[in-house]
């Protein structure tokens, strides 16, 4: 078998490869990519600031459900530090109601905060505010209550010191016994004597009320020359001229001497003019104030007497009817008289 060999000197022919084809990537194609992974890139984003918010949200809804929790057990912590400051004292209890009743309110505020979580910040305020609200009201209760301890200690004290004097006045009240018995009957006599001098007083008092009598009325005009005539017709009358007797009187004592003179129109007035002398005197029997409209003053000698009074104002007009005119001495009704005006 004939052997071929290979001729070393004879070159081999070389492999040349023909390039790869490029890629035809056209611009419209990028862009669609670039928008594509940008959209993809912003997803992402997006979801995870959704997934910190979330995050975020259940951390403060924890914190604002501890929060409660606290502001719960602080409020009835507070209520029970009142509570314990209670006492015998109605006026101290009364207190402690009122503040408890502040601190509800302070609660109820706290509450409202709580219901959004934003107002986390200003619910712990609220709280904050509460506690001092309690450390105060604490302090109050408890310098009231030094207060009336000392004012218990105090009554003890005095009510030892009471009862030591009520031992000594009881010693001086034996003593005293038989002196206001003494003392009573000389108070009984001094009554009776009393009694008697104003039993005494009011009989002569009465006794020297100036009695009269011939008491007359009448209406008068005044003519030209000066003189007063008689007049029935009430248009024509300028005025009322009254007179009267006083009686003599042995008892009452000399010296000037009042009747007070009340006249009535036909409507049942008193007639009176303050600046005329009118004025009010309490009857002495009744102690009824009454009106009257002028004073007749006279000199008393004890003897019986005339007197006569006008009532002449030229204001005063005259109606028909009947005119009435009472007489009084100190304070008791001595005579009328009356007079019909046509």
């Not at 959004?116 to 509460?130: F, P």
Request: with cysteine; proline share 3%.
């Amino acid at each position: 078998m004939a052997t071929i060999q290979n001729n070393p000197s004879t070159p081999s022919p070389k492999f040349t490869p023909s390039p790869a084809p490029k890629p035809n990537r056209s611009p419209l194609l990028i862009g669609i990519i670039a928008v594509l992974l940008l959209g993809l890139i912003g997803l992402g984003i997006g979801f995870a600031n959704r997934g910190t918010e979330n995050a975020q949200l259940s951390t403060d809804l924890v914190e604002m459900e501890q929060f409660k929790a606290t502001a719960e057990k602080q409020y009835y912590e507070s209520l029970a530090e009142l509570e314990e400051m209670r006492g015998s004292n109605e006026e101290l209890n009364a207190l402690i109601d009122q503040q408890k009743d502040e601190l509800r309110t302070q609660r109820d505020k706290i509450s409202s905060l709580t219901r959004d979580s934003r107002n986390l910040v200003a619910a712990r305020r609220e709280l904050q505010e509460l506690r001092t609200q309690t450390d105060g009201y604490l302090a109050e209760l408890e310098q009231m209550r030094l207060q009336i301890a000392d004012l218990s200690e105090n009554n003890e004290r005095l009510t030892t010191e009471r009862d030591l004097l009520s031992s000594d006045l009881q010693v001086s009240r034996q003593e005293n016994e038989s002196l206001n018995t003494e003392r009573a009957v000389l108070v009984s006599e001094r009554e009776q004597l009393t009694e008697s001098n104003q039993e005494l007083s009011r009989k002569v008092g009465i006794a020297s009320v100036l009695k009269t009598n011939n008491v007359t009325v009448v209406g008068q005009k005044e003519r030209s020359s000066g003189k007063f005539v008689d007049r029935r017709n009430a248009n024509s009358v300028d005025r009322l001229y009254i007179c009267f007797n006083s009686m003599d009187n042995a008892v009452a004592k000399p010296g000037e001497e009042s009747f007070e003179l009340r006249i009535i129109n036909p409507s049942g007035e008193t007639i009176q003019i303050d600046a005329e002398g009118s004025g009010v005197l309490t009857s002495a029997e009744s102690g009824e104030q009454i009106p009257y409209t002028k004073s007749v003053v006279f000199s008393f000698d004890g003897s019986a007497a005339n007197h006569c009074a006008e009532w002449n104002v030229e204001s005063q007009q005259y109606a028909e009817g009947t005119y009435t005119a009472e007489l009084y001495n100190k304070g008791f009704f001595v005579g009328q008289g009356t007079v019909v005006l046509k």
